[in-house]
């Protein structure tokens, strides 16, 4: 089969090469020129994808996998299209289209009968039958669900371990109709594999929803409940500070129950999808007050780790702070709406010095990102803002000037911390 992959990004490059390792020939189109020449070149463009460096290799050097910056050629030679174009919402929750259109449009005009098109991208629900088969039409001249076929199958993996989660959960999928949804079955059962799962109540594989809306509902909504179990966390991790309890030991205890599950608390959750997803749910529905709630107890919680700080340590006006990782989530190079802006915002409002620190940063790439780095600056507090496993092992002895330090995701030794007063969200 011939695949077009639209948008190589962290999700797309691993879809692709994933079906190209199954014997499809595969073209992966991006607007990066740089992008393509690596991919190209089997070099992978960014890093911490397990496996991907080795697999891009093999299926580029078998001929199973090329790139090209033009999109509408590679829809044209193409009998699926799999699309994987980042879609943001404002700080209002109002979603930009604008890269997503750019793409729907340039693959429209490669668009011929017969062909599959599958956006992966998560949605408000109601895009795929309202924006994109209107839009496919336009371009295309061909009727969608009749001369070609829609699905809405949303992405269900995290960066870092793409090609292991694509065959732990079930793929789903949605279609504008029914044939085209059949068709959607037959395709991604040709392209993935998937691990024996007898805890699901069906066996694992490709599930089709029935509709386009359905698909998009679902990804929506398990990321939501995500949030939103996430900010309840929260709120029990703030209450249990206020009464002196370890809130983790609370949690725990709950969890043995089977209906039962509560994420651990933390400064915020970044990256695409729970910051993002969730304000995409509530631009659908504007009454959904749990979900705008939940969304304001995350967005607060770097605020709050600097109010413990300074409530631990005093005034904070004129103190050099290190600030520990930049990434939105441990072992993964990302800064996407991650806690750690916020954390500096707040830290310059109480009159620090802030300074960040990263693993898997240079100071030169935090600065890119509007990040102060850190060069061995005095620093009398510390915040640890991502759980990168390389924290666990961290101390007193590697930031001798620190007296307090505020762990916001509770990753630190505390015997490693001696004559320090280590406060850590949720006791």
Not at 30 to 58: I, M, Q, T
Not at 167 to 188: N, Q
Not at 251 to 266: D, L, M, R
């Amino acid at each position: 089969m011939n695949i077009c992959v639209v948008a190589l990004g962290k999700i797309g490059l691993p879809l692709a090469v994933q079906f190209a390792a199954k014997g499809h020939r595969v073209v992966g189109a991006d607007v990066s020129e740089r992008v393509v020449e690596l991919v190209n070149d089997g070099a992978v463009p960014f890093p911490g994808e397990a496996d991907l460096d080795v697999r891009l290799k093999e299926v580029v050097a078998a001929g199973l996998l090329s790139a090209t910056t033009d999109t509408t050629a590679a829809v044209a030679g193409a009998e699926a299209v799999v699309v994987v174009v980042p879609l943001f919402v404002d700080a209002d929750g109002v979603p930009d289209f604008g890269w997503m259109d750019d793409a729907t449009r340039a693959i429209a005009a490669g668009l011929k009968p017969g062909t599959l098109v599958s956006y992966e991208t998560t949605l408000p629900v109601g895009t795929t039958r309202g924006r994109w088969a209107p839009m496919l039409a336009e371009g295309s001249g061909l009727t969608a669900g009749t001369d070609f076929h829609l699905v809405f199958s949303p992405e269900r993996v995290l960066t870092g371990r793409v090609f292991a989660d694509l065959r732990r959960y079930p793929k789903l999928v949605g279609g504008l109709d029914e044939a085209s949804g059949e068709h959607g079955v037959r395709f991604y059962e040709a392209v993935l594999d998937f691990d024996e799962r007898p805890d699901l109540t069906r066996p694992n594989g490709v599930w089709d929803l029935g509709s386009a809306e359905a698909s998009e509902l679902a990804k929506l909504a398990e990321t939501t409940y995500r949030d939103v179990n996430i900010g309840l966390a929260n709120q029990f991790a703030r209450f249990a500070d206020t009464v002196g309890v370890d809130v983790m030991k609370v949690i725990e205890a709950c969890n043995t129950q089977p209906y039962s599950h509560i994420h651990s608390p933390g400064i915020a959750v970044g990256g695409h999808c729970i910051p993002v997803y969730p304000r995409m749910y509530l631009w659908n529905d504007p009454t959904a007050t749990v979900v705008r709630s939940a969304r304001e107890a995350n967005v607060a919680m770097p605020e709050y780790a600097v109010d413990l700080l300074a409530a631990a340590y005093g005034d904070l006006t004129g103190v050099g702070v290190l600030v520990l990782g930049a990434a939105y989530r441990g072992g993964v190079k990302e800064t996407a709406f991650s806690g750690v802006f916020p954390t500096v915002q707040a830290l310059h409002r109480r009159g620090a010095k802030p300074y960040v620190s990263d693993p898997m940063y240079t100071n030169e790439e935090l600065v890119a990102h509007g990040l102060p780095g850190y060069h061995g600056e005095p620093v009398s507090a510390a915040v640890v803002q991502a759980d990168h496993a390389e924290y666990r092992t961290l101390g007193s002895a590697d930031l001798p000037g620190v007296t307090v330090l505020v762990d916001g995701r509770r990753v630190t030794e505390p015997s490693r911390w001696p004559n320090v007063r280590r406060v850590v969200i949720g006791g």
